[in-house]
């Protein structure tokens, strides 16, 4: 399903990997949380300066960009360690738990394999951008510094993946959800 | 290979992959990156080139931040207790009819769902709010839980909305046009829903029987406490409508206010502020891996020039357009029987909006058939939420009612999904439903 | 012998003239000198993903072929071609273009060293589209949110007491129409793509023959190695139809534009076109002086030579648009 139903159920952490896990990404959406935070507050002060007759906060728009591809990356890997990403369910309902598990098996280490990708790929341009000096247009910001900082999201991405994956190979192991 | 059977042979594949409960958005990544593969006979670079600024461009996006925002929003009004007293309010004023307490319900989604953009948060918050009331009351199980499987769609059809804004992100659409679009159907939505209710009590009034009138007094009393609600709505809907603010901005709004009132008014504590952030987290990483999926995918169909070339064979075909729009809408409801709304519109607007706009609708603009097919688009992806066998709303709101029978909720969801089809097939022969309000205010 | 398919991505969508008169015939006309051994596949809007910005990457890495797009969109990374879009360069497109494409050989080949470049040319220059305010002189800027393109037009208008916004062009009509900003910097040929024209009553250039406040450089890239790898007369119908032939194709078309767009908005109803008065005129060049310094700092920052880049556009802003004042 696309939208999250409410409230998200308490997570049991299942060994001692999964409690770091659980820790980092849930350290991770706190900072997205609280980036996504501050976005609001500089729109709002942009916007009642604006009312008020003053300039807007120089470059709002940019930090909004900005701040919220932080904020995105950043909520990825709770997503991801609770299994909760999007997937048709339909065709496979009936089936036994332990084969669906296996399934889900494969599919998250697809989901790593792709995330491993990304985080490269996502590292390299954050590489390319020093080279090349692109900068935001009104604050001058160098363009590497937001694409740097989401490398560490997809990153932890990949590492949740991976550990599902391992838990859902593993015969008689609950998956925690 | 032509492009076309590369398009469709990829598409072929995606679907296999989600047979197999692949995540969504990666079975969107591995057929794009096949498609690239067999196009570039086997070269990676050309790939790898485009993944490097994939998922900064995809999350950067402006418009898009308004997805984590309206969330966000959600999140606080849920938490701020805003359900509860909003269906209090229009239990007061319209409980004592026939089948009150489920007009109520209908209203209070309506009212939810201005200042909440997701269906299945719409339909659990006022489950939970509603559902114990209308057992209290002795309303059947199949009225109480169709009335809120149903209801918790306005949660997307009155706006915000966020299938609204991916479908304005996919086709450069003006957000807040595509908004105000939506008003009019929304309310009319809700109105059908109530219509189905009245039916079905005068049928079987004991499906719902009349709550006993409260004092005046207390139903101004209830009528203050939704104040924060309507200030809220006027603020983000207002601000984008009527102008003084994008709908970033007014989604910054309505989510600082939101905050702000589920601390004043609702005593938010450590514990929901927490559940708000990972709530928001996980809701606003679904859909952003599915947006990075299907933007390699749309990348890569662009590539076969599949989409073009089925729009130019479609409006060569000779087909009546109302037929293909028709065709359309029925591909729209057999996917909605296994997949979820959003996923439909990221998958399928890049082939079909070509299509709907290369055709001529009753002599229609560019720009309002643009609009048109967006809203008809969001009232059928929004059918697959409550419609058997795997309508998410149904799911959602059987669990909380724990003492009725699935197959209860499903057949109780069925006389307000006659009321949806109605709903499209108007809005398919009378497009000023939605277009009219934006002439009046563009 | 085999066909060679040319990924050519912009970012505007086929209805604007750069897609369907400048590019479209572009491709015809190298697929007919080749006797049809070229092929076009035209991507406009974005279609192979991304943004604008990312256009230049895309053709660097192969991701496109050939790519139209303003280098000013990537801030920061073409610092040398960025002199012509320093306040008030630029008067028309034709010769504008032609200015352009002169600068580049001179100043600024290193750095598109990555990129056969097929042609650099530069929009007519963009002028005040506002919906309330009569821009007469520099008092009514003060305080005036536009939506500016590129870097230095948001430094420009800052320059002269206005407020700059940046969102994309398709944004800019509801913006003006709601009262987000207040009108935009832009040139004359985007005033119907972007439906300005419906939501502004005032239009507002410079006097007749003088340079704009604004300008953006666009530029036409191909992808060297792909260049690289043509049989030596494919590599000459490119090269012929390349350069000037192509600076010139889209300064024309550009003019032709303006000059349809200025006498359809000249019949609206209530529409007031005007050309500000000299001396007003005049003292906007004044103010936006401290961005051309501040352009030369930063620039030699970057270990450029700024003094000379920015003498070199002046100069030959001089030479192709002797009206300067
Ligand atoms: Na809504
Ligand atoms: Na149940």
Redesign the pocket.
Known sequence: MTELLYPPAERRAHDVIDRWLNRAAEAMAWTGGATLVAMVIMSLISIISRKLGFQPVNGDVEMMQMGNAIAAAAFIPLCTLRGDHLRVEFFTEGFRPKVKRRFDAVGDSLLALVLAVLAWRTGFQALDGLDTGEVSPLLAVPQWIPVLLMVPSLALTGICAIYRTALEFTVGLEIPS | MSGTTLGLTAFGILLLMLVVRIHIGIAMFLAATGIYLVLNHGELNSLLFTLNNLVYARLSNYDLAVIPL?ILM?QFATHGGLSKALFHAAGTLIGHFKGGLAYAATAACAA????????LA?AATMGQVALPELTRRNYSGRLATGTLAAGGT?????????PLVVYAVLTQESIGKLFVAAVIP?IIAALGYMAVIRIIVSLDPKAGPASERVSLKEMIKAQLGIIPVLLVFLVVIVGIYGGWANPTEAASIGAAACGIIAVVSGGMRFKDLKQSVFGTAIATAMIFMVLIGADLLNSALALTQMPAELANWVKNSGMPPVAVLFTIIAIYVLLGCVMDSLAMILLTIPIFYPVVLGLDFYGMSVDDKSIWFGIVALMVVEIGLVHPPVGMNLYVINKIAKDVPLKETAMGVLPFLASDFIRIVVLVFFPPMALWLVHVTG | ADEVVLKFAHFLPPVAPAHAQVIGPWCDRVAAESGNRIKCQIFPAMQLGGTPSQLVDQVRNGVADIVWTAPGYSAGRFPAIEALELPFMVANALDGSRMTWDYYNQFAKDEFAAYKVLAVHIDGGGLFHTANTEVKSLAEVKGLKLRTPTRLAAKTLQSLGGVPVSMPPSQVADAIAKGVVDGGLLPWELMRPTKIDEVTKYHIAPPPGRPFPVATVLSVLMNKAKYDSLPADLKAVIDRNSGPVLVEAFGKVWDDVTAANLKYAATIPGTQVTNLEPAPYQAMRDAAKPVEEEWVKDVTARKLDGQALAAGARALSAKYFPAQN
Do not use: K, M
């Open positions: 309206f959600g939810f769902g201005a200042i909440c953009g997701s269906s719409t306005l949660g997307i059809l009155i706006p915000p909305s966020v929304g």
